[in-house]
């Protein structure tokens, strides 16, 4: 179907079914249960879900096939975000401008770091890359605030021009007339679901980039990257210029993140300077790594993974505590908050940290490898299941060539 | 005029002149074997060749065309594959996909954009690579990595892809180094297949004696960088100068 | 004139601490091939030995009468020091004054054994995992570091101050013939400056006069050869690591009353001494003390309002453009070797 | 919950539903619509917290929750009642807001507008939160407000100090207590007149993004009103963490004050650098060297230890206030009290600004009969109040800006505790700090109408 292999339609079909009902399955728990807290079903987040999905994807198809470390590739995140907020500045609230001239501007710019930084291979590309990253960072944060309105960031405002727009036109975000932030509440007993118009335009957009990324991987081209990553001197010698082939890898993952940022943009029209941070260049690194680089499900399992802790984990307050140890006797009720405090609320970059080790640690080929072992267990020694996944995840492990 | 023709090669690298003044003709469709003792020059002579190396003098010409300045792959693209001394194949990759990427390379040439076309659709190409596979016996490893596979078996499939390509001239870097007699024979027997079955002139570089006696046509001997004789394999082996290069080398081969 | 030797000083100084940090981090990648996202947690730590040290001087009980009333009005009572009343007044204000050097000596030993448990309790699992996941580990590693500093010791700077000796500054022009204050410099800059100096040195002394520094330099150049001589280069390389965090310590503590140490301060160095590091050229030590020199100087150089005047903004990127402008003409760095860390 | 807009709702939950394949069972049903986001329909009300709680404003972050904390006690009933004794405003009778408890969420703004944004959002969608406050920067600020008036919430700004807040990026559902860098500025000239006189260079450093540029431009403005000259401004780069290669230059320069427009972190190192040169030391001019920091933290002040001895600067309140100044500033002691009973030191001018917009908040829940954030904001508007610490205050309608008394301070010769770092030198009435609404360095702003949201 859709020129995929039947295990890659599988896939596909598992995810859209998990993205289709991630309002549903995001929220397990009561609304009003003391586990609410635990709920990440709500619009902000499954957007959040969804975009870095979309930037991990685009980072793998560089770094997971072509072994190219890029730690700049916020800045193409960064670029396709302001991109689009002007877009929305200028001429319309219509989300599909923005998005295309986020996806072509992070693709020019990329053309232009990719081409300079590819000159280097190993760690010398990626010191390349993450200065040029840390100088589109700094000068937009100071000089060029002209452009980028430095610390605020760049927001949409009552008096932009929007010359296509009409008097009548949706002052927020919107694809033909339907608002980015509209949702829709379902009360369900206990249980809410919220079901908002810009999660699934993500969700749709998402699809489509997770499409493509299987067909890439699939495709005599996602071959070439392997090759490239396992040894360019056989290329060379197989008469295969490798130097198109990484740029091409770096241009398409520079256009994952142009549209990442445009749709962040889309979805909260605000551009910030932070989204060009090393930081956030090494956030989608440890994404990719995390859910296991060089398959296909493991950054968007990865982001999925970093956006939760970031955005649940860091809510957790004392009082939220109190309440789940409530039912304890005083004393016990005290130790176990005492315990568990230090781990949430402020303390949630220290369990992100602690999870990095051991995920690390344990499972070598990233959470794909974690959720393959559990698969395991209920297959029963399914031997014949040569899961592409799989294999990617084991090639990690395989030593360099002599 | 043969179809390599080297003139005045020379390559300095710092104080050490590697080369000087190397002339060769490897004749079309000939097996030409190129000898010497370590630090000959072989290895130096070889990387100019297929533009790894840039000489400081003289001109290397393939088939008419100067390959001087080319890049690796260009000069692969002109129709020289080179076979390395250590198997260079894609160790993360499967044995399939080893044999599937020279033969898009023959087909799309450096560089082409198919991303987001389906292996499904490449049914020649697939069909080219099994029929190589199967040439060289591989075909029953065709889903193994082709880093578990045995030392001889890398060896087989990186000459496979060599193959692949249909080259013109193949350049063999000391092939059976460092293997077992029986597989240095078996690499031996496949060279000769491969020279009857196919149009294909040969170049190789070899230590082993024994493996250049039973394939050369024609021997060149080289010692501190230049060109000491060149001859049949019966001339060859008596030559006064030869053994003065090898200092007894040949009785231990 | 004064102006330009003014920051030639200034990048020296600053240089000197890209240098201590990226010469560490250094010895590891050469070494053992692990590029260590902890190294400026390390670096942070060492600054915290100082701020522990004086802490555990600053140990006090309350004193048995109270001297006055407190912001709410409750009786307040003075803190006793247990150091003055152990060593005396004199000999324990002296301690408390000088307690950042007293710090190296305490420092020394914590370090050497942070470093050892790191490489043997993790790092040395990773030698043969990708550089990939040697960048998770370790920077997972730095985030737990840096929180756990953040837990005892809060969020916000805390002043730590240099010797009332070695504070205020000292007017260099004078000696060169210069107007009064033309050139002055702080004291204590100066003394990091020397110490950096002094460690720089020791390390290559180390590294070239002693049979243990030819072994390990042996083993960075080819590791496997080196095994095969039966020396177990393995255990080297842990004493290496461990001789690497104590340099990167001891930075740190010097570091102290320079900018009061705060508990992400390793991560505002980590990018920084990366780019040092690889702008020296992988693998190469000479080339990581010469990179933090070199840009230390351009840096200072750069922030001249001078050269601001021309290029507004330059010294934000000014260390990126240096980096990028060297990767493109050297493709190894300043001296890097070949073949380290280029796949 | 979260629906922001009522008129496509029918299109989009056919949609949704139909898309998904469900039938639409008659058990459920949409959010009853209640004419403005969030409204509070049980007997509890939601407020969110949103400050900085890692990276290098944690500590300020925590002591503005801890603010947060204590006011939803006191606003609950419990607790002494801090400062609702002394304001002014008697609406609130400790029974929660309009008769249900308050409960909060909190959130990490990381001091990044994105982030920031992000946690805000969390917290209106999931939690149902009717107002945000907090934070502790004025880029998060200004990011937050405009989500705020987005989505339809009321933001009570935290610590924000820029002029933008209040002037270019003002919105009707955003409110500043906090004052600001014009303030600053107009609050410190008359006492730097008084202490350092009338013929002074000055030389400015300045943290190069947009809260910088707007305190430089405010302290130039009032200094050289003063007859001072401007010698030079250098702007330096937020991630700079050593300022020695920007301050070496100082002392030769002819200038003979040094001004450092930096918060936090900035302020910390380049306040320590500036001593290690030994600026404090020297004469210039035949003056002694000073050096001002127009914006105080004393949380980060803590920081640079001795170094901020003698350093005046400016700050919205004080602890002290109140036994130093008397009754004009009641409030203050309750508030000292109930928060130094409940945590073991007295609170930062963050944790007051806090504290008191939730008051306020409240209050204007209280006044105007509603949650309706249209209601709220114009119970806010043109309101003037007492006894929350900082003298009679008013809440200008046309900008949404806290008028009032401005505390000039000075780094404490020899500090009794790490609390105690500063003393008051000055407090400059409200009058003086006062500006037109159409000031230039506010200009370029619009309000706009008030958004109830949904």
């Keep these: 179907?859709?020129?995929?292999?039947?295990?890659?339609?599988?896939?596909?079909?598992?995810?859209?079914?998990?993205?289709?009902?991630?309002?549903?399955?995001?929220?397990?728990?009561?609304?009003?249960?003391?586990?609410?807290?635990?709920?990440?079903?709500?619009?902000?987040?499954?957007?959040?879900?969804?975009?870095?999905?979309?930037?991990?994807?685009?980072?793998?198809?560089?770094?997971?096939?072509?072994?190219?470390?890029?730690?700049?590739?916020?800045?193409?995140?960064?670029?396709?975000?302001?991109?689009?907020?002007?877009?929305?500045?200028?001429?319309?609230?219509?989300?599909?401008?923005?998005?295309?001239?986020?996806?072509?501007?992070?693709?020019?710019?990329?053309?232009?770091?990719?081409?300079?930084?590819?000159?280097?291979?190993?760690?010398?590309?990626?010191?390349?890359?993450?200065?040029?990253?840390?100088?589109?960072?700094?000068?937009?944060?100071?000089?060029?605030?002209?452009?980028?309105?430095?610390?605020?960031?760049?927001?949409?405002?009552?008096?932009?021009?929007?010359?296509?727009?009409?008097?009548?036109?949706?002052?927020?975000?919107?694809?033909?007339g339907a608002q980015m932030n509209e949702a829709t509440t379902l009360f369900f007993g206990g249980w809410s679901f919220t079901f908002s118009v810009g999660y699934y335009l993500c969700a749709v957009i998402m699809l489509i980039s997770f499409y493509l990324a299987i067909r890439i991987f699939r495709s005599p081209f996602g071959m070439m990257l392997r090759a490239v990553k396992s040894n360019q001197q056989r290329m060379n010698y197989t008469g295969l210029n490798t130097k198109p082939y990484t740029l091409a890898a770096f241009v398409i993952s520079g256009m994952y993140a142009g549209l990442a940022g445009g749709l962040l943009a889309s979805m909260d029209p605000l551009a910030g300077a932070e989204r060009m941070q090393w930081t956030a260049s090494g956030e989608v690194v440890l994404m990719t790594i995390l859910g296991g680089a060089g398959t296909l499900i493991g950054p968007v399992l990865g982001a999925g993974f970093i956006k939760y802790f970031e955005n649940i984990f860091s809510k957790i307050n004392k009082a939220t505590l109190e309440g789940w140890f409530a039912f304890m006797p005083d004393g016990i009720e005290?130790?176990?908050?005492?315990?568990?405090?230090?781990?949430?609320?402020?303390?949630?970059?220290?369990?992100?940290?602690?999870?990095?080790?051991?995920?690390?640690?344990?499972?070598?080929?990233?959470?794909?490898?974690?959720?393959?072992?559990?698969?395991?267990?209920?297959?029963?020694?399914?031997?014949?299941?040569?899961?592409?996944?799989?294999?990617?995840?084991?090639?990690?492990?395989?030593?360099?060539?002599? | 005029m043969g179809i390599l023709e080297v003139k005045n090669v020379g390559k300095r690298f710092g104080g050490l002149q590697a080369l000087s003044n190397v002339n060769l003709t490897v004749e079309e469709n000939s097996v030409h074997a190129i000898i010497g003792p370590n630090g000959a020059g072989k290895s130096t002579l070889l990387n100019c060749l297929v533009g790894k190396l840039i000489p400081d003098t003289g001109s290397v010409m393939f088939d008419g065309q100067s390959v001087l300045g080319r890049k690796p792959y260009e000069i692969n693209q002109m129709g020289i594959s080179r076979v390395f001394q250590t198997p260079e194949i894609f160790a993360d990759l499967t044995v399939m996909e080893n044999m599937l990427i020279p033969c898009f390379a023959k087909r799309d040439g450096s560089f082409r954009m198919h991303a987001l076309e389906s292996m499904m659709n490449e049914k020649d190409i697939v069909?080219?690579?099994?029929?190589?596979?199967?040439?060289?016996?591989?075909?029953?490893?065709?889903?193994?990595?082709?880093?578990?596979?045995?030392?001889?078996?890398?060896?087989?499939?990186?000459?496979?892809?060599c193959l692949a390509q249909d080259p013109r001239l193949l350049l063999l870097d000391e092939p059976t180094a460092g293997m077992a007699r029986a597989d240095t024979n078996n690499t031996i027997d496949l060279l000769k297949q491969i020279k009857e079955e196919r149009n294909i002139t040969i170049a190789i570089i070899e230590h082993d004696m024994h493996v250049v006696f039973s394939l050369a046509e024609r021997i060149t001997v080289l010692a501190q960088g230049t060109p000491l004789v060149e001859d049949t394999p019966d001339k060859i082996k008596g030559h006064p100068k030869v053994k003065e290069a090898y200092l007894g080398e040949t009785q231990a081969a | 004139m004064d102006a330009i030797l003014l920051q030639l000083l200034n990048g020296l100084d600053k240089g000197s601490a890209y240098a201590l940090i990226a010469l560490g981090l250094t010895l590891i990648f050469g070494t053992l091939g692990v590029v260590n996202f902890a190294h400026g947690a390390i670096f942070m730590i060492g600054s915290f030995?100082?701020?522990?040290?004086?802490?555990?001087?600053?140990?006090?009980?309350?004193?048995?009468?109270?001297?006055?009333?407190?912001?709410?009005?409750?009786?307040?009572?003075?803190?006793?020091?247990?150091?003055?009343?152990?060593?005396?007044?004199?000999?324990?204000?002296?301690?408390?004054?000088w307690s950042v050097p007293l710090a190296i000596l305490f420092a020394i030993p914590i370090m050497l054994l942070i470093g050892y448990i790191m490489e043997r309790?993790?790092?040395?699992?990773?030698?043969?995992?990708?550089?990939?996941?040697?960048?998770?580990?370790?920077?997972?590693?730095?985030?737990?570091?840096?929180?756990?500093?953040?837990?005892?010791?809060?969020?916000?700077?805390?002043?730590?101050?240099?010797?009332?000796?070695?504070?205020?500054?000292?007017?260099?022009?004078?000696?060169?013939?210069?107007?009064?204050?033309?050139?002055?410099?702080?004291?204590?800059?100066?003394?990091?400056?020397?110490?950096?100096?002094?460690?720089?040195?020791?390390?290559?002394?180390?590294?070239?006069?002693?049979?243990?520094?030819?072994?390990?330099?042996?083993?960075?150049?080819?590791?496997?050869?080196?095994?095969?001589?039966?020396?177990?280069?393995?255990?080297?390389?842990?004493?290496?690591?461990?001789?690497?965090?104590?340099?990167?310590?001891?930075?740190?503590?010097?570091?102290a009353p320079i900018n009061s140490p705060n508990y992400h301060m390793g991560m505002d160095f980590l990018v920084l001494s990366f780019v040092v590091v690889v702008v020296g050229g992988m693998g190469s030590l000479?080339?990581?003390?010469?990179?933090?020199?070199?840009?230390?100087?351009?840096?200072?150089?750069?922030?001249?309002?001078?050269?601001?005047?021309?290029?507004?903004?330059?010294?934000?990127?000014?260390?990126?453009?240096?980096?990028?402008?060297?990767?493109?003409?050297?493709?190894?760095g300043l001296m890097g070797r070949k073949g380290v860390m280029e796949e | 919950m979260s629906i922001f807009n009522p008129t496509r709702r029918g299109l989009i939950q056919t949609g949704v539903v139909a898309g998904a394949g469900l039938a639409l069972p008659t058990y459920l049903r949409a959010d009853a619509h209640s004419g403005f986001t969030n409204a509070p329909t049980g007997d509890t009300v939601t407020l969110g917290f949103n400050v900085p709680q890692t990276g290098p404003y944690a500590d300020e972050g925590a002591d503005e929750l801890r603010a947060f904390q204590l006011a939803v006690e006191h606003l609950n009933g419990e607790g002494d009642g801090g400062m609702l004794q002394t304001f002014s405003s008697k609406a609130l009778e400790g029974n929660g807001i309009m008769g249900k408890k308050v409960q909060y969420v909190s959130g990490d703004t990381q001091t990044k507008s994105d982030a920031a944004r992000a946690s805000a959002k969390s917290m209106i969608e999931k939690d149902g939160a009717i107002m945000i406050s907090g934070g502790s920067s004025s880029g998060v600020a200004v990011a937050v407000q405009g989500l705020c008036q987005e989505a339809g919430v009321i933001f009570m700004a935290g610590l924000t100090h820029s002029n933008d807040t209040t002037g270019k990026d003002k919105k009707a559902n955003g409110f500043r207590h906090f004052f600001n860098a014009y303030m600053s500025a107009a609050a410190l000239a008359p006492v730097l007149k008084q202490l350092y006189g009338e013929d002074r260079a000055a030389y400015h450093l300045t943290a190069d993004y947009t809260w910088g540029w707007t305190q430089q431009e405010s302290i130039q403005a009032a200094t050289e009103a003063l007859g001072w000259s401007t010698v030079n401004d250098v702007r330096t780069p937020l991630a700079a963490t050593d300022f020695s290669s920007y301050i070496a230059p100082v002392l030769n320069s002819g200038a003979d004050v040094l001004i450092l427009n930096h918060y936090g972190g900035n302020m910390v190192n380049s306040l320590t650098n500036a001593v290690q040169f030994g600026l404090r030391d020297k004469q210039v001019n035949g003056?002694?060297?000073?050096?001002?920091?127009?914006?105080?933290?004393?949380?980060?002040?803590?920081?640079?230890?001795?170094?901020?001895?003698?350093?005046?600067?400016?700050?919205?309140?004080?602890?002290?206030?109140?036994?130093?100044?008397?009754?004009?500033?009641?409030?203050?002691?309750?508030?000292?009290?109930?928060?130094?009973?409940?945590?073991?030191?007295?609170?930062?001018?963050?944790?007051?600004?806090?504290?008191?917009?939730?008051?306020?908040?409240?209050?204007a829940v209280a006044r105007g009969g509603s949650f309706n954030p249209c209601a709220v904001g114009e119970a806010l508007a043109g309101f003037e109040f007492d006894g929350l610490g900082n003298g009679p205050t008013l809440y200008r309608a046309d900008d949404h800006q806290c008028f009032k008394d401005v505390v000039v301070v000075r780094g404490k010769e020899n500090p009794e505790n790490e609390y105690d770092l500063v003393e008051i030198v000055e407090v400059t009435p409200a009058e003086q700090v006062t500006y037109p609404t159409d000031h230039p360095m506010f200009a370029g702003g619009d309000l706009g109408e008030c958004n109830p949201g949904a």
């Design chain 4, 287 to 363: 003056k002694n060297f000073e050096i001002v920091v127009p914006l105080y933290s004393e949380l980060m002040a803590r920081g640079a230890g001795e170094n901020i001895t003698g350093i005046v600067g400016s700050q919205n309140w004080d602890w002290k206030l109140e036994n130093e100044k008397g009754a004009r500033y009641a409030g203050t002691n309750a508030f000292v009290q109930s928060f130094g009973e409940k945590y073991g030191f007295p609170p930062s001018q963050a944790a007051q600004t806090c504290y008191a917009q939730t008051l306020l908040y409240a209050d």
């Design chain 2, 127 to 161: 069909g080219k690579a099994e029929h190589m596979l199967e040439e060289m016996k591989l075909i029953d490893k065709r889903a193994m990595h082709a880093a578990a596979m045995s030392r001889g078996d890398k060896r087989r499939l990186e000459i496979a892809m």
């Design chain 3, 121 to 255: 309790g993790l790092i040395k699992h990773f030698y043969k995992r990708p550089h990939a996941d040697q960048i998770l580990v370790t920077f997972g590693l730095a985030i737990v570091l840096q929180e756990v500093i953040k837990y005892f010791y809060g969020a916000n700077p805390i002043p730590t101050a240099s010797p009332e000796a070695l504070r205020g500054s000292f007017d260099f022009g004078v000696l060169i013939g210069f107007e009064p204050n033309a050139i002055i410099y702080p004291v204590w800059r100066l003394v990091y400056f020397a110490f950096s100096a002094l460690i720089i040195g020791a390390v290559f002394a180390f590294l070239q006069f002693t049979t243990f520094g030819m072994v390990v330099r042996a083993g960075m150049a080819d590791r496997e050869t080196v095994g095969l001589l039966g020396i177990n280069i393995d255990k080297r390389f842990t004493i290496m690591f461990g001789i690497a965090a104590a340099v990167a310590g001891l930075a740190g503590v010097m570091y």
């Design chain 1, 334 to 402: 005290e130790f176990f908050v005492a315990i568990i405090y230090p781990f949430v609320g402020k303390g949630w970059h220290l369990t992100l940290g602690l999870l990095f080790m051991m995920v690390v640690i344990f499972l070598p080929g990233g959470l794909v490898e974690g959720g393959q072992r559990i698969g395991k267990m209920f297959r029963r020694r399914d031997r014949k299941s040569s899961d592409a996944e799989l294999s990617a995840a084991q090639q990690r492990q395989v030593p360099p060539a002599e």
């Design chain 1, 1 to 176: 179907m859709l020129g995929l292999e039947k295990r890659d339609t599988l896939l596909l079909i598992v995810v859209a079914c998990l993205v289709t009902f991630a309002p549903i399955l995001l929220n397990p728990f009561p609304a009003d249960s003391s586990m609410a807290q635990f709920n990440a079903g709500y619009p902000d987040l499954m957007q959040r879900f969804v975009i870095f999905g979309i930037f991990a994807i685009g980072f793998n198809i560089l770094f997971g096939l072509t072994g190219y470390l890029s730690f700049g590739h916020a800045a193409f995140l960064g670029v396709g975000s302001y991109s689009a907020v002007w877009m929305m500045k200028l001429l319309t609230m219509n989300v599909i401008p923005a998005i295309a001239l986020s996806v072509i501007v992070a693709g020019l710019f990329s053309v232009l770091i990719g081409y300079v930084s590819l000159r280097r291979s190993g760690i010398y590309f990626s010191i390349l890359t993450l200065a040029f990253a840390q100088m589109s960072f700094n000068l937009a944060y100071s000089v060029l605030t002209p452009i980028t309105n430095g610390e605020t960031g760049l927001q949409i405002t009552l008096n932009d021009p929007r010359i296509l727009d009409g008097a009548g036109a949706p002052s927020y975000p919107n694809l033909f």
């Design chain 3, 49 to 97: 030995c100082a701020v522990t040290l004086s802490k555990i001087f600053a140990l006090s009980h309350k004193a048995a009468e109270p001297s006055g009333k407190d912001f709410l009005g409750n009786p307040k009572y003075d803190d006793v020091l247990y150091i003055t009343e152990w060593f005396g007044e004199d000999i324990g204000n002296w301690m408390i004054d």
């Design chain 3, 286 to 332: 000479p080339g990581a003390v010469l990179a933090g020199f070199l840009l230390g100087i351009v840096e200072s150089f750069a922030s001249m309002n001078e050269i601001k005047a021309i290029i507004p903004g330059i010294d934000q990127i000014i260390i990126y453009v240096v980096a990028i402008v060297i990767l493109l003409t050297r493709p190894r």
